[in-house]
């Protein structure tokens, strides 16, 4: 028989036992599994032992996977965008102060500066795993603080990588070379980013059309292939098994299947889950213990004290009640499995003594056994805090909360700007640098191996790259976001500032459209790049590519929002509960201009959907009306846009502006009566494949079209070239008449 399978045997039932001890004694189950691994060990001879501890090794590192990976299904990347900011300045905050001190006690005890340097790494690293098991047996896993604590180790594994990249730098070449640094990290960060674009736009796509094969059997199959293919990429691409196996749980958790993976998945997470701690328990050495009791005991202190006061401060700095920064410090008060790894990373190379390895061994297992005992003591230890603190100080932190947080973030709007202009430079520039990634390092060597003639394969992957740019030069541009177009019409002066922020994004466009033609053609010369700017602007006004980027966005958020858009309808943002109606004075300049002349829909994505000029009421108005002093103007728009366009005409903002849905349902007079009318396109609908702009719907029908539902996400004004697919809504608006000739043309209003 097989050695495993005694090993197995043994552990099993020496667990089994024991847990059910701990259970009748009330003891978290964490500290079972470890004492177990303790007796069943190759430190404890007089009871059964483990004879194939490498095969033990290797079930706790799937172990691992799959607790990261049964995380993930519950913490999904909205629950991570919801807690990111606090998440973020608490674990940077901890990793930071505990580098920091881990350094400087190791110093104090006489190490080496590598020792002192891993050391610190060893101890910025908080516990998924025990945390994870600890918040499952005290049952707070739900609590708000719970959630506020998995974004921060989210956080701390993320910055774990790159962590090991600095300490793999810093101990080849003994010094920190920035430029090399600075590559690898920006490579990581870009391979990040693509990985999470490519897996949300696949994922659940390819899920929802294998949907009717999937049956228990299968869909956990599936779900457990996508967790370990996922664990083989981050291994390929230089992240953490763990990190990988818990992206792909985020991914699954936005799916509609994420509760049938997490029920399916629980037995399998429970089983290696116990091994890996029984793992743990096996490298409990009591000789060791004995001969490094002193820097354990001493680093234990420093690591309980330590990362309970850092990170509660943390959770104080971003914002956060001191209640909850108490209970977020005593759950990350420990060092576990991550130590490990970076421990193994100092031995491979050679820089650490061995004795590093037992000693952070043991703090990780005395830690472990804290854990538990910190968490259920946190209430005690707040109030005993509270108790503590002068009374000014006490009150000046309760009065710290998050709402006050959030009154203080009321962003202006040059702020607001910055962000998006940020966020979205970032998310195209990676985008670009992706495609061009893909064209070089897979469609390049493939091709080379397929085609004959090899002439063919620089041209082909260039071309490849060029589209791919291409389809991201307009959103990246973004030209008429609500935000750029305020701080346009709002003062003279910021046209400057943003012309040049645009200016740099072209610069960038064309510099990342540059790197292939020199890489994969060999062409170069500064020449080339004003030959590029002109294409870039003659790509920016191309309404085919961007339809092609709608239509690809559109299922991009459709994947992304598909568990909370799916879930009921009380989730489903219809469009016109999106779309604002507000009434204008023709004042200003607006006498004897005709709508078009205007511009308001290109400019203000804005449309005028009623003139009342006296007693006459014109609907759906043509670019060809001329406006006229006194005329009064019902507009619809996004409720930011319509305060643009009131900004732009020097009129105060509108107090609240009523919905679509509200204004339908609340006019009078059935001769002004305006309708919003949903089309569903069927397989057999004429509009199906057709583009907004060749549907013949606005002149067939005298309607305006105010946008699209496409698997239940409103899309507002979409690009005239945009395809309409099956099962869309399309949204349109018009009177009494144009609702009868939909019907007598066989479109039934859903």
Known sequence: MPKIISDLAIMLLTAGVVAVLFKRFKLPLVLGYILAGFLVGPYMPWFFTVADQTSIETWSEIGIIVLMFGLGLEFNLHKLASVGGTAIITALTEVFGMLIVGYLVGQAMGWGMMDSIFLGGMLSMSSTTIIIKAFDELGVRKESFAQLVFGTLVIEDIAGIFMMIILSTVSVSKNISGADLALQLGMLVLYLALWLILGIYILPTLLRRAEKYMNDETLLLASLGVCFGMVLLAEKLGFSSALGAFLAGSLLAGTVHAERVEHLSAGVKDLFGSVFFLSVGMMLDPAMIVQYIVPILILTAVTIVGKLTISSLGVLLSGQSLSKAIHCGCSLAQIGEFAFIIASLG?????????VYPIVVAVSILTTLTTPFFIKSADKIYTGLSKLLPGKLSKKLERYTEEDTGGREQDSDWLKFLRRYVKITALYGVLMMGVTLLGQFVLQPLLVRTLPDQRLTAPLCVAFCVLGIALFVRPMLDLHSTEYTTLWVKNRYYKLPLITLTALRY?????????????????????LLPVIALAVAVISRTGWLSSAYISAEAQFMANFNERNLQRDDENTEWLDEKLFVDELDAVGEIPGKTLKQLDWGHRFNVNVIRVLRGKKHLNMPSGNVELKAGDRLLVIGRREDLRTLRLSLNLPEQAEAPTLRAFTENQEGDA????ATVIPVD???????????????????????????????????????????KDDLVWVLGTRKMAARLLAGGFDEE
């Open 672 to 675: 002004a009566h305006l309708y």
């Open 347 to 355: 031995m491979g190379l050679g820089v650490i003594e061995s004795k």
């Open 507 to 527: 610069l960038l466009i064309v510099l990342i459209a540059f790197f292939p033609l020199q890489t994969l053609l060999g062409v170069s010369g500064v020449w």
């Open 683 to 725: 397989k057999v609908s004429e509009l199906q494949g057709k583009s907004i702009r060749s549907s013949g719907l606005r002149e067939k029908y005298d309607c305006m079209i105010l946008g699209l539902q496409r698997s239940r996400l409103p899309i507002l004004q979409p690009d005239v070239n945009m395809t309409i697919q």
